[in-house]
Every structure is written in C-alpha cells, then in structure tokens.
C-alpha cells in the first residue's frame, strides 16, 4: 500500500520560479526521503530527513517536516529545464534509531519547468 | 563506484508466459529490494533481502512471483505466468545504512515488462 499523498500530482512552472511540493503520510516515522525519477530511468536519491528534523538544505532544495502533522514539503529555488522529472517522497517507517525498514513511496509529483 | 545493474531493459511477452529479471547490486551493499512501478504510479515494494534472507515479501504475490539471491549478492525477479496487470517497470535497488544509519536506496534503471 502507499504510505504517501503527494500534492500536487502535476506542477507546470517557467524557469527561474519556485517549485513546491507536499507530501502526506500517515504511520510514524523513523525518516523521510525525497527522490527524483527522470522519464524511463531508475530513482536517485535528493535528500533525507530524520523524525526529530524539522528543516534540512541541499543545494536548491529545501526540505520540511512536520510531525504532528505528518507532512512534508520539498521547496525546489530557482527552478531548471532539467529539473524536470517526477519527484517522489517515501517513508521509512522503522522504529528505534537505527533504519532497517522497507521505504514506501507515495504517487509522486510530476514537474514540468518551461525554458 | 559501479551502479545497479538490470537485465534486461525491456522485454515483451504473451501472456501465461514467463519471464526471468536480473539484478546486480553495488558490491558491499547487504540490502536489495525488488520494486514494481504501474505506469503513473509510485513504486511498490515486492520484496526486500538482507544478504540472501528475506526481511519482507508480504506484497509479492507468491502463486507467480519469485525472488532469490544467491551468496547475498546477484538477484532474480521471476514472473510464471505472467498476467496483463504485471506489465510494468521492475526497478531493483541496494542499500547500505552508512547514510549515518539510515537506509537510502540506490536504483537501477530498472526492466519494462509489457505483457500483451
């Protein structure tokens, strides 16, 4: 099953603006992650964030997480062309510090950024 | 470092058919998981290995899905038979938990079934 909503499922921007996307899952949580699936290739991992974060940075990616209301949003700043691609969030639902559980990944958001 | 690698990208049956998967993790990662991704959809996890024993299969559907993992190392995805609704993209991925103790997957480019 899918642990994750993403919001929104389409997100058309130009080049240069912002690019925000949600994400809504509903056990607790060890950690969350971010990838990003460009078209017909595999997965590559963006950015984590632990249970007991709040905010993480990388690069032009800008990262939240709000517990209490099991929800996550991914800040893309001064979008690309080649950011295009579907970006996913998943969840790791282990308990305790350490992670050995499965990732369950939402239905992702596909975006689109016009030259 | 070497990435995942997947055989073969894409493969083309009838129905009832079989058709075999091949995976070879990043040398040193002990996790492997075999994911399903529907067109349109997220990935699905299938079934996940740790070394050559399985941590969690409850989403493979056993009467025509099998995995094994030999030595820990390679793996095989098998489908017999195959049905139209298992036409997908069958991504393979391996971890290690240096990511300060967390697991974050690496991908292959993944296998596209179609089942026609």
């Known amino acids: 099953s899918q642990q994750g909503e993403e919001d929104p499922q389409a997100l058309s921007i130009q080049e240069g603006e912002n690019a925000t996307m949600n994400c809504s899952y509903k056990?607790?949580?060890?950690?969350l992650q971010w990838y990003r699936q460009n078209s017909g290739r595999g997965l590559v991992h963006l950015i984590l964030?632990?249970?007991?974060?709040r905010e993480k940075h990388s690069g032009r990616l800008r990262v939240t997480l709000d517990t209490s209301k099991k929800s996550s949003s991914l800040l893309i700043t001064a979008s690309r062309a080649a950011d295009t691609a579907s970006y996913f969030c998943?969840?790791?639902?282990?308990?305790?510090?350490?992670?050995?559980?499965?990732?369950?990944f939402g239905q992702g958001t596909i975006l689109t950024v016009h030259p | 470092e070497a990435g995942v690698a997947q055989s073969p990208r894409y493969k083309i049956i009838e129905k009832r058919q079989s058709v075999a998967f091949w995976c070879n993790p990043i040398?040193?990662?002990?996790?492997l998981y075999w994911y399903q991704q529907i067109l349109g959809q997220g990935p699905k996890l299938l079934i996940q290995?740790?070394?050559?024993?399985?941590?969690?299969d409850s989403q493979l559907p056993k009467d025509r899905f099998s995995a094994e993992r030999l030595k820990g190392v390679d793996s095989t995805l098998k489908i017999q038979p195959a049905k139209l609704e298992d036409s997908a993209v069958y991504l393979c991925?391996?971890?290690?938990?240096?990511?300060?103790?967390?697991?974050?997957?690496?991908f292959g480019a993944g296998s596209r079934l179609t089942v026609l």
């Open positions: 056990t607790s949580i060890n950690n």
């Open positions: 991925a391996s971890s290690t938990q240096a990511y300060q103790g967390a697991n974050v997957l690496t």
């Open positions: 290995f740790q070394n050559n024993g399985v941590v969690d």
């Open positions: 998943a969840t790791d639902a282990s308990a305790g510090g350490t992670s050995y559980g499965k990732l369950t």
């Open positions: 040398s040193g990662h002990a996790t």
């Open positions: 964030i632990r249970s007991n974060e």
